[in-house]
């Protein structure tokens, strides 16, 4: 499979990073259909869609207290549903709502506890 192309971006105060397989992730279980990710470089409350071409997902939440944690589909859509003619394919998230979370062991640095 192919690797994954990477995207880095920061939206409202929170890291994330988009990944891309188009020949589907290790996870995909439908041969043809790619995969998207949103990794989350930082604990956050994130709701999102991710799409691909025209075909978008359905809305996606998460709470994340954990850096790192992958966020997405395996099986997306088909890739060639959504290729252009030039070999190009749109690919993104919307980001609807994300709100960086302080962790326990960031909330005790800063004298926060729960």
């Known amino acids: 499979?192919?690797?994954a192309l990477r995207k880095e971006v920061l939206v409202a105060g929170a890291a994330l990073r988009l990944k891309f397989f188009p020949n589907g992730s290790?996870?995909?279980?439908t041969q043809g259909f790619c995969s998207l990710y949103v990794?989350?470089?930082?604990?956050?409350?994130i709701r999102f869609h991710v799409f691909?071409?025209?075909h978008v997902s359905p809305v996606?939440?998460?709470?994340?207290?954990v850096p790192a944690k992958?966020?997405?589909r395996h099986d997306l859509c088909a890739l060639a549903d959504?290729?252009?003619a030039d070999g190009s394919v749109?690919?993104?998230?919307?980001?609807?709502?994300v709100a960086p979370r302080v962790g326990p062991s960031q909330a005790r640095a800063q004298g926060v506890f729960w």
């Open 1 to 3: 499979r192919q690797a």
């Open 39 to 45: 990794l989350c470089l930082q604990p956050v409350e």
């Open 70 to 72: 992958d966020l997405g």
């Open 82 to 84: 959504v290729i252009e």
């Open 90 to 97: 749109l690919v993104g998230a919307e980001i609807l709502e």
């Open 60 to 65: 996606l939440e998460a709470t994340t207290l």
């Open 26 to 29: 290790p996870l995909r279980q």
């Open 52 to 54: 691909a071409g025209e």
